[in-house]
């Protein structure tokens, strides 16, 4: 067999054992983090749930209505929240992965936008929890009959919630997606700014699909990615000025 033939599969081998390796330091990472949360893995959920506590009646409280929800709520909650704390090292680890097979002007944008797209996650998961639940909360516990007791699960709460931060998420990485788009080629900014009734549009069935069935939540999400959309199609047609000879 030609040293040609026997490279090749070497190289794969080696490429499969760096992922491993890669995925492995992502996974420990993560356990590192829960590790040192679950001990105060009560008062995180005390932390998460704060919003809807502050807007229950005098007398209200939350419940578990499973026997094992007051240890497994917590516990799923911490190791969501580790999750999102690793998720730069872990991102690290794929960047470290894939750079090797990039152009320097490639690594030049890729870098600000995985930086800018980190920071965008933890903003939308922000404005989620200090300014879309206070409003959504006091909304829910004031238009109920007032002889109905408000008494919320606190398995059912996580669950809404983490519906809504990772949707919120989500949704402020408009900006990086509007770049890469116009970065790979795939649309100009001149024709996303053509598509913009469109895409207002869909901003509005998006919230409208993944927030509770009311237009303050659905506008909430609806307008930031609205106004995440221009940013992009701003620094979009920043890109587009650059030649391409010009290093990025």
């Known amino acids: 067999m030609s040293d040609d033939t026997s490279d090749q599969p070497q190289s794969l081998v080696a490429h499969l054992t760096e992922l491993r390796d890669r995925l492995l330091k992502a996974l420990l990472s993560v356990l590192v983090v829960f590790l040192g949360l679950f ?7 005390t932390f998460a749930s704060k919003p809807l506590r502050a807007m229950l009646p005098e007398g209200s409280t939350m419940i578990a209505t499973e026997v094992a929800s007051p240890f497994l709520t917590p516990f799923k909650l911490t190791l969501v929240v580790a999750f ?3 998720i730069p090292y ?31 996650f933890y903003a939308g998961a922000a404005f989620a929890y200090f300014v879309v639940f206070p409003i959504i909360f006091a909304f829910f516990t004031s238009i109920g009959p007032s002889d109905v007791a408000i008494m919320t699960d606190i398995n059912r709460y996580l669950d809404f919630v983490l519906k809504l931060f990772f949707a919120f ?8 997606v509007a770049v890469l788009l116009i970065w790979a080629g795939i649309t100009t900014s001149e024709a996303l700014a053509q598509k913009r009734p469109y895409i207002i549009v869909f901003c509005f069935v998006f919230g409208m699909l993944l927030t509770p069935p009311d237009m303050i939540s659905q506008s909430l999400l609806a307008i930031p990615m609205w106004l995440l ?9 920043f890109i587009e000025q650059r030649s391409p000879d010009e290093p990025v």
Not at 39 to 45: K, M, R, S, T, V
Not at 102 to 113: F, N
């Open 90 to 120: 872990v991102l690290f680890q794929v960047w470290s992965f894939i750079a090797p097979g990039m152009y320097k002007k490639e690594k030049r944008l890729a870098i600000p936008l995985l930086a800018s797209s980190i920071v965008l």
């Open 169 to 176: 998420g989500l949704a402020f990485e408009i900006p990086i």
């Open 84 to 86: 999102f704390i690793a």
């Open 39 to 45: 001990p105060f893995a009560n008062e995180i959920y």
């Open 229 to 237: 959309f221009e940013v992009g199609l701003f620094f979009g047609r």
